[in-house]
């Protein structure tokens, strides 16, 4: 069975810091992965989607890389401001039906 | 765009009863989803649709119907509503077609459901 664990669970960082967030799991048979954010009260943004034929996909101050063969992924935020402050959701897919298996979230707070 | 659009926001039930959660989304998405989210355990699948008439269960289908008439609504029924439902729901569209697991998945603010 695919599980997703995201590590660490919190991590508070002051602006301006580059910082990393870490997912993991245990089945290398993965279609994509996906990088979410959430804000409080509100519903999944799409950030980044790395197709298993990928390593990396880049946008803006967002960089996400893919190691199908180790089973981790990383999230690196350049610069870090306040707005960056959210919980950060990986989940990989399976297949090519869109099913999603998330980690536990990332909740991340950056200090002016 | 409305995107995804979920009702009602919030919710109280008492244990027994029964209710339907709405779903609609207006970008002509083939693949429809629910999810529900709980502290500690993360998002999981409920139940998916890959096209209006067609749908299958997910990881934690047990005590919930869904069905597919049209494209744009993915309703999802509470059959008789248990503590263990209270949980915050989030429903997710995304095209179809070739290439639909790439798709990036759109979600809705959730449904917070809360059951005495």
């Known amino acids: 069975k695919q599980e997703v664990t995201q590590i660490p669970a919190a991590l508070s960082v002051p602006e301006g810091e580059n910082l990393v967030l870490n997912c993991s799991f245990t089945?290398?048979?993965?279609?994509?992965l996906q990088w979410f954010r959430q804000d409080p009260g509100k519903g999944l943004t799409s950030l980044l989607l790395i197709q298993s034929s990928q390593r990396e996909q880049t946008s803006g101050r967002l960089n996400a890389s893919l190691d199908k063969s180790s089973g981790r992924s990383t999230l690196y935020i350049a610069a870090s401001q306040p707005g960056d402050s959210a919980t950060y959701l990986c989940?990989?897919?399976?297949?090519?039906?869109?099913?999603?298996?998330f980690g536990q979230g990332t909740t991340l707070q950056v200090k002016p | 765009n409305a995107g995804v659009t979920q009702t009602p926001k919030f919710q109280v039930l008492k244990t027994g009863q029964s209710m339907t959660l709405q779903c609609a989304q207006d970008?002509?998405?083939?693949?429809m989803s629910w999810y529900r989210q709980d502290p500690g355990m993360g998002l999981r699948l409920i139940h998916y649709?890959?096209?209006?008439?067609?749908?299958d269960q997910g990881e934690v289908p047990n005590g919930y119907n869904v069905s597919r008439s049209t494209t744009e609504d993915f309703p999802l029924r509470l059959l008789s509503a248990a503590p263990s439902q209270t949980s915050v729901y989030f429903c997710?569209?995304?095209?179809?077609?070739?290439?639909?697991?790439?798709?990036?998945?759109?979600f809705g603010d959730g449904t917070r459901l809360s059951i005495l």
């Open positions: 989940a990989v897919t399976l297949s090519n039906t869109g099913k999603l298996i």
């Open positions: 649709s890959v096209g209006a008439g067609i749908t």
């Open positions: 970008m002509n998405h083939e693949y």
């Open positions: 997710a569209s995304s095209r179809g077609g070739t290439g639909a697991g790439n798709q990036p998945q759109h």
């Open positions: 089945d290398s048979a993965i279609y994509n």
